[in-house]
């Protein structure tokens, strides 16, 4: 059974995710520690530390991934918004490696139509300063490949490869989100076509790359370049799409996070956590 998981709220506490998870069903978690749409790093005290690890402890250290705010961008033509995105990352970053969890994952940004060739070396020596700022000893910066939507870098997986090649670090690597890779062109329908993404995927980026998988079906149709997760079985990836990549053999040790509406529209559940065990089962 593959390792099934699903963004979970932590509000009140970073160390409230682990119950919260665990009575939904979920063996993997991803959280935003700070509000999505506002800048601001994790605040962290020895206090918080101390009740997070030993709630990571009793609940069997599973895989936990914080996902950064969604307003940073390093690819654009704003200096300061660029700065603020690097301070920011690197404070997620250092957090991430303080509490002992596998990582940060976040958007690259849009290149506001520049094209991705130029904007790559800035990106590229940002991605090199948060490292160096942060320093971390475990956990990873996690890239997640977009759904291409105004200019936003990373919808294409030789983009991902590229910036990966030219930071050089093996603690930058990827996350693989299904709706955004199905909004840029790329079928996860059938079980052939699931198989030739994942395949797409190995021969660009690389699965030893590959660290986490957002599992969201999609409301939009392929190639719609737009970015709108569907509960799974209700969009146009559809079950039979799911059950492929689930069963898919190299997969099988990459955790899976739900990051779905939710069927009572308060984001990932029980229930969509549930058609994930009857598909993968």
């Not at 910066?141 to 490869?161: D, K, Q, S, T």
């Amino acid at each position: 059974m593959p390792i099934l998981g699903a963004h979970v709220d932590s509000s009140h506490g970073l160390h409230l995710a682990f119950p919260r998870a665990k009575a939904m069903g979920a063996t993997a978690i991803q959280v935003h520690p700070t509000p999505p749409n506002y800048w601001g790093s994790p605040k962290l005290d020895e206090d918080r530390i101390a009740r997070f690890k030993a709630a990571a402890d009793e609940a069997g250290r599973p895989p936990f991934f914080f996902h950064a705010v969604y307003l940073i961008n390093l690819a654009g033509d704003d200096a300061t918004l660029r700065q603020r995105s690097e301070s920011t990352l690197t404070g997620y970053l250092r957090a991430a490696d303080e509490l002992g969890i596998d990582g940060v994952i976040f958007h690259t940004g849009s290149h506001k139509g520049a094209g991705f060739e130029a904007c790559l070396p800035t990106i590229v020596e940002h991605l090199k300063r948060v490292i160096e700022r942060a320093d971390p000893q475990l956990a990873l910066l996690l890239i997640e490949n977009n759904a291409g939507m105004g200019g936003c870098v990373g919808a294409r997986f030789e983009e991902i490869r590229a910036m990966l090649d030219a930071v050089g670090d093996p603690r930058v690597r990827a996350c693989f989100d299904t709706c955004h890779a199905f909004a840029s062109g790329y079928d996860e329908r059938t079980e052939e076509t699931a198989r030739a993404t994942v395949d797409e995927w190995d021969r660009v980026v690389g699965l030893d790359n590959l660290v986490a998988v957002h599992c969201n079906d999609s409301q939009m149709a392929l190639g719609s370049n737009r970015d709108r997760h569907a509960n799974i079985g209700q969009g146009e990836i559809g079950e039979e799409g799911f059950r492929a990549l689930l069963h898919e053999r190299r997969l099988a040790a990459k955790p899976f996070i739900l990051e779905v509406p939710g069927f009572e529209g308060k984001g990932p559940d029980a229930a969509n956590l549930e058609i994930l065990r009857r598909l993968a089962g």
